[in-house]
């Protein structure tokens, strides 16, 4: 009998502001296997400055300024080899802002930058106002979900 392994998420952090990683890696898991992710389904997740991000973002989608998440999908079809669901890109320095902004916590809007990339790569779109409207429902539902406080 072959045992699933545990959804494997990588956090790196490249930037100077501290983060939780081994938090944001249960919210990975937890995110995508609410979303009915492969049990070996494996997710990297990048951290880094505003800098960063705005070139990923000229590079790969031709749009020359920072943005808060980008989320790169990749092949999930079935094979021999471990299903990668895809990487999240998240500036830290535009999280840090938009949390001042709303009113909440930084790692709190690292969460939900988390999971609204995650939705990207299980096929959520957020292209329309209605499509948004039940993307950010979503992520709400899924952030609820999310213990408080940080790792023990």
Same mark, same amino acid.
């Given at each position: 009998?072959?045992?699933?392994?545990?959804?494997?998420?990588?956090?790196?952090?490249?930037?100077?502001?501290?983060?939780?990683?081994?938090?944001?890696?249960?919210?990975?898991?937890?995110?995508?296997?609410?979303?009915?992710?492969?049990?070996?389904?494996?997710?990297?997740?990048?951290?880094? *400055?505003?800098?960063?991000?705005?070139?990923?973002?000229?590079?790969?989608?031709?749009?020359?300024?920072?943005?808060?998440?980008?989320?790169?999908?990749?092949?999930?079809?079935?094979?021999?080899?471990?299903?990668?669901?895809? *990487?999240?890109?998240?500036?830290?320095?535009?999280?840090?802002?938009?949390?001042?902004?709303?009113?909440?916590?930084?790692?709190?809007?690292?969460?939900?930058?988390?999971?609204?990339?995650?939705?990207?790569?299980?096929?959520?779109?957020?292209?329309?106002?209605?499509?948004?409207?039940?993307?950010?429902?979503?992520?709400?539902?899924?952030?609820?979900?999310?213990?408080?406080?940080?790792?023990?």
């Amino acid at each position: 009998m072959r045992r699933c392994r545990r959804l494997l998420v990588h956090v790196e952090n490249r930037q100077k502001r501290r983060v939780d990683r081994p938090r944001l890696e249960r919210i990975a898991q937890m995110a995508m296997a609410a979303e009915g992710c492969p049990s070996d389904a494996e997710l990297s997740v990048v951290i880094g *400055d505003d800098e960063w991000i705005q070139d990923l973002n000229r590079t790969y989608l031709t749009r020359d300024a920072p943005t808060d998440v980008i989320a790169f999908p990749q092949d999930m079809a079935p094979t021999d080899r471990v299903p990668l669901l895809g *990487d999240v890109a998240i500036s830290a320095e535009t999280a840090a802002r938009q949390a001042e902004r709303l009113g909440h916590s930084f790692e709190e809007e690292l969460s939900i930058l988390l999971i609204h990339g995650i939705l990207h790569l299980t096929g959520w779109s957020d292209e329309t106002p209605a499509k948004r409207r039940r993307m950010m429902q979503r992520t709400a539902e899924l952030l609820a979900q999310v213990p408080c406080g940080p790792t023990p």
